[in-house]
Every structure is written in C-alpha cells, then in structure tokens.
C-alpha cells in the first residue's frame, strides 16, 4: 500500500491551464475516485501522478518520496487504461506475464501469479485465447490482472470502463470493488460517470476547470453539497433547481415562487445566515425527495404540492414524473403507478428535510442553521 500526497500540482498545455493548483492526500488503502466532466483536468492529474504527463509546479510524493524527476517505470504505479492496450499477437497468459517477464521473474512465480490473478478476475478458461477472441469485458479483464501482478504500491485507472455497454458497466464495477477489497492497496481511479464514483469510492474527489470543487465521502457529497455543480453532478436524474424567494410568513420561513407557490421551511432548515430573508434564492430538490400524497398528513418536515403532470417516463419499478414548478421545468421520480397520464392533477409530498438553498449569486449552498436528522441519518 502507498500514501500518495499532491502539493500546489499546476499543469497547462500551449499557455491553458487543465490542472490549477490541486492539494490532494491519499491515504494507504484507500479508493479514491477523481470524477467531474469532461476537460475539468481529472485525467491529467492521474497521468501526471502515473509519470506520463510532467507538471508544470507542485510536488508528487509516494510514501514520503518525491516522484517528480522519477521515471514512470521505477515509480512501481500500475495503471489500467480506457483502450486496454495488450499485445494482439500474445495469448491472455503472454498479456499477463508480460511485466513480469521484463523483470526477469522465475518462471514457477509468474505462472503462480498468473494463475492467481485469473482465478482472482474469473478469466482462468480464457488464459490460451488471443484478445481477439474475447469481448470488451473480459479484455479489460486482462488488463487489470496485468497491473494486479505487478505488485504495484499504486493503482491508477483512467476510465476503464467508458467503452463497455451498460450491463457490462455494472458487473465491471463489482469487479473492482472487489478487488480493492481483497488486495486492499491504493487505487486512484478517474471516470466522468457519477454512478461509478458513488458505487465505488471510499472518497470522491470532485473536479471542476482544473481545480478540487468539493471532496469526502460519497454520502458526504450526495447530502450535503458545498455548490450548485456538486449538487447538480451527483444524484441521477439530476437534482432540480427553482428561482424563488425566502419569505417570513406567519412566524415561519417560506419559499415563495413565481407561480404563487409557497413551501414552508421546517425550523431546522433556517439559514444560519440571519440575513437571509427576503433574498432570491434557488430552491434545489431531488427527484426522489418528491413523494405521492393520498389521504392523511405527510411525515415531520414534509409539504404538500399540487401539481400537473406534463411528462410521465415509466422505468419499471418507478416513473419519472415531470411538471412546472414557479415556470420551470421539474422531475419528481415516483413509484411506477403513481401516475398514469400526462394531464393528470396530483397532491405530492415534498421533503423540505432535504432540499438545499443556494445564493445565484455565488452558487454556494446556504448553510442550515441546523443538519436535520434525517440527514445526520444518512451521512452515519
């Protein structure tokens, strides 16, 4: 396992910057995943971890050990990349062994390692076959036993799974996770796809123009943002954001919208901000915070919401139902008949325990003055 620490790292190409001053530490162990869309410098920072790009300023340390002037080879950093890059004239066992050859290992120890590393990666009946012979998966497959048997101290994974189809996504993605949990050594793994880096990262490191726009756990991030972009980037459909106002009414702190709409706020959800009332806002809530409303009341925190259905996309077990809210455009993810019908009249429940309050102005999230439990819930 290895400590990875970045100082100050800057990197630009022909005078425009893609990489802007990024602090970064990595623990032992740990599975880190550099996400954010593309040409925000994600990719650029893991080459320049792995040796391939050199920075412009800043420090790259392994253990303790400045990487900066060492070549990529005597960094002992693995790295899986997009394209799988294995020899089309060596057989999945040549693909293998191919580092440890070049090291000039015993042969009893490469094909122990070998074996180990197919049996490990499901690949084992595949060892004699060309990559020719093998789909997408299982050639990425390939590469990553080639990086596992180098022993490395740090793995890095650039995109690995961009060109596999959805389902092959989705088994791809179990098998890393479970590989970091058996060989338990620091991975580094970049991808624009949040899904991945919700499913797989110990941390996230989220990136925008070159710079660290928010770090921490996965739920960290998800539940309470620091901006706009990190709210919108995370959560799948996207989180919806309304222009309104913050009102006082009747004792109680409301969300006012263009429409006459009026959402009040649970005590907890203040602003810490005093000077928050009577600011424009923009009202940020989730798809799945959004609830059918029948008979009786809502749950603490929850309020009701009248609206017109425009849209209905069903996805099996839930549809994706979408209306107007204050004039614009908003998704409310549903259980799968809960709405039949574009033009149907429903009552929703919100969950104001969850919705995020954001200053146009800086595309900062406004602080609660208190995290409410349903939060504190989630992020324990």
């Not at 970045?6 to 190409?13: D, R, V």
């Not at 058996?182 to 796809?193: A, E, G, L, R, S």
């Not at 203040?270 to 989730?286: E, Q, S, Y």
């Amino acid at each position: 396992m290895a400590r990875l620490r970045i100082s100050g790292l800057k990197k630009s190409y022909g005078g425009v910057p893609a990489v802007r001053g990024v602090d970064l530490d990595i623990a032992e162990g740990e599975f880190t995943v550099l996400v954010g869309p593309s040409g925000c410098g994600k990719s650029t920072l893991l080459r320049t971890i792995a040796g391939l790009e050199e920075p412009d300023d800043g420090a790259i340390e392994i253990d303790g050990d400045l990487m900066n002037d060492v070549r990529p080879r005597d960094r002992n950093v693995a790295m899986v990349f997009q394209n799988y890059a294995l020899y089309p004239y060596m057989n999945v066992f040549e693909n293998i062994a191919f580092g440890l050859r070049a090291r000039r290992v015993a042969e009893d120890e490469i094909r122990r390692q070998v074996a180990r590393a197919a049996d490990m990666l499901d690949i084992t009946p595949y060892l004699d076959r060309l990559p020719r012979e093998l789909s997408g998966g299982q050639r990425q497959r390939v590469a990553i036993g080639r990086a596992i048997v180098r022993d490395a101290r740090l793995f890095l994974f650039d995109e690995p799974l961009s060109n596999l189809d959805a389902q092959l996504r989705d088994e791809m993605r179990s098998e890393i996770k479970r590989l970091h949990q058996d060989i338990q050594k620091t991975m580094v793994y970049v991808t624009h796809d949040q899904i991945e880096a919700m499913t797989l990262a110990d941390r996230i490191v989220l990136m925008k123009d070159g710079v660290i726009e928010q770090q921490g756990a996965p739920l960290d991030l998800f539940e309470r943002p620091a901006t706009r972009f990190v709210a919108g980037f995370l959560g799948s459909p996207a989180m919806n954001f309304v222009p309104g106002k913050l009102e006082e009414a009747a004792g109680a702190l409301v969300v006012s919208f263009s429409d006459g709409t009026r959402l009040t706020l649970p005590s907890d959800r203040r602003p810490a901000d005093a000077g928050a009332t009577g600011r424009n806002i923009l009202f940020g809530v989730r798809p799945e915070h959004f609830e059918r409303a029948r008979d009786g009341n809502g749950r603490a925190g929850q309020v009701r919401l009248a609206v017109t259905v425009d849209l209905v996309q069903p996805t099996g077990s839930r549809t994706y139902a979408t209306f107007l809210l204050g004039g614009v455009e908003t998704v409310a993810e549903l259980n799968a008949h809960d709405v039949e019908a574009p033009g149907e009249r429903h009552d929703l429940w919100v969950d104001m325990n969850r919705i995020v309050l954001i200053d146009p102005e800086t595309d900062r999230v406004i602080p609660p003055a208190e995290t409410p439990d349903p939060v504190r819930k989630a992020m324990s």
